[in-house]
Each structure stands twice: as structure tokens, then as C-alpha cells.
């Protein structure tokens, strides 16, 4: 599972997957509707007020005008993921940060950075981290209005690597949660942005989830939703 979540990973990023788009079932979709969890944006963890002040940074406030957003570095660490390089790539990204930070704040620009950066540090195994900067990424994004919001293929990134994070540390109600809104965005999303590869992961990991909470009813409703969508 390991290597095929690796190989699927980095063609998301690259948001130039080939193969047809799987939109979520309507019986998905009220699951998600009534799964009971956090909605939009809302953080799958318990904050203190150390943690809600350093989210404040990124989320509150205006731009810094004379800050400039480190667009190089950005792509760089875009290049260096590829190259299968994550921990230089985390690096960069952080070294950037503060600058990120004051020239793009609560914007979706800000969101995108963070959303690398969650990518890169998933990709290192650095889950706790890639969580803490990802749960603000999501904020970023549906903090916006309609249409100053990324295209869907970035909410489907970024709910996927949450899941997975949540997931590998075995948080799986949390997981449950971040899948099925990864899988709602699917139906957002155009054909060349999410592969079929990618859904049929979605739709894997989300029912070994609902296994391991004991939630063997919904487990196998995933898993024929997954196989009558041809996955």
C-alpha cells in the first residue's frame, strides 16, 4: 500500500493525471452530510491556545504590502518533490515561511503553500507536522469566497493527505472523515485533475478505516460503491 500511495501521491500534485473522473455516489454524499464531523474547514484536533494563536498568523489579518511572496522557492520545492527529494523540499519551504506568511496572509495563495508543504512533509513521514499545517491549509480554503477558491483538485489534495496522515497514526475516525470529503470533492473536480487511481485509493482506504473502527456495515457499502463505479 506504501509504494502504490507513493506513486499516486506525487501524480496529484502535478494535477495532470490521465483517466476518467469518478464522481462520489449520492449515497456517499449523505454519508457525508450526516457523518457527524467536523464541517467545511474545521480542524479534526483539539486546539490550545498556544495552537490557536499560531493558526491566527496564518489566517487572520491582511497582507504585508511590501512582503513579497517566495513564488521561486514554491516551484522549487515542486521540482524537488519530484525529484523524490521531500526533506530538502520541507526544508525550503520552511525556510520561506514567515515570508509566505506576511505577504500572502488568509489567502488562497498561503493556502497553497501550506498545502506543499503538508505534501512534502507527509511524503518524510513527518505526520504531526504535515497534520498542523494542513488543517490550516483547509481553513485557508474555505475561509474564501466562492470565487476566490482553489480549483477542487487542491481540496481533494489536501482532505487526502490529512486522511492519510490521520490515518497512518492510526486516527481513523478522523481519517473516516477526511476521506469521505476527499471523495465528495472528486465530483468537483475535472477529468485531467483526479484519476481513477487516485478515487479507487480513496475508496480503499476509507473502508479499511470503517474495518478498523469495527463499522463492518459501512465498510462494505464502500466497497460496493467502489466496484459499481467500475474502481
Known amino acids: 500500500m506504501t509504494i502504490i500511495r507513493k506513486s499516486v501521491s506525487e501524480s496529484l500534485m502535478s494535477f495532470c493525471l490521465c483517466g476518467s473522473l469518478v464522481l462520489a455516489s449520492a449515497s456517499i454524499i449523505v454519508q457525508l452530510q450526516g457523518c457527524g464531523g467536523p464541517k467545511g474547514g474545521d480542524s479534526e484536533v483539539d486546539k490550545t491556545a498556544e495552537d490557536t494563536a499560531f493558526e491566527k498568523e496564518f489566517l487572520e489579518g491582511k ?35 514567515d515570508e509566505a506568511k506576511a505577504s500572502a496572509r488568509g489567502t488562497t495563495e498561503l493556502g497553497k503553500y501550506l498545502v506543499r508543504l503538508n505534501n512534502v512533509l507527509y511524503d518524510s513521514g513527518r505526520d504531526d507536522e504535515a497534520i498542523k499545517y494542513g488543517e490550516i491549509a483547509s481553513k485557508l480554503f474555505y475561509a474564501q469566497p466562492l470565487e476566490k477558491r482553489p480549483l477542487p483538485a487542491w481540496f481533494v489534495n ?13 486516527n481513523f475516525p478522523a481519517a473516516e472523515r477526511q476521506y469521505l470529503k476527499a471523495i465528495q470533492m472528486t465530483g468537483n473536480a475535472t477529468k485531467a485533475e483526479v484519476s481513477d487511481a487516485w478515487t479507487k485509493l480513496l475508496y480503499d482506504r476509507l473502508a479499511y478505516c470503517y474495518d478498523a473502527q469495527g463499522k463492518k456495515d459501512k465498510a462494505e457499502q464502500v466497497r460496493k460503491e467502489k466496484k459499481s463505479k467500475g474502481l
Open 158 to 170: 489536501i482532505h487526502s493527505y490529512l486522511a492519510q496522515a490521520y490515518d497512518r497514526k492510526h
Open 63 to 97: 497582507p504585508d504590502v511590501k512582503a513579497t511572496f517566495p513564488e521561486t522557492e514554491f516551484a522549487k520545492a515542486k521540482e524537488l518533490r519530484t525529484q523524490k527529494l521531500p526533506d530538502s523540499a520541507a526544508k525550503l519551504l520552511m525556510s520561506k515561511l
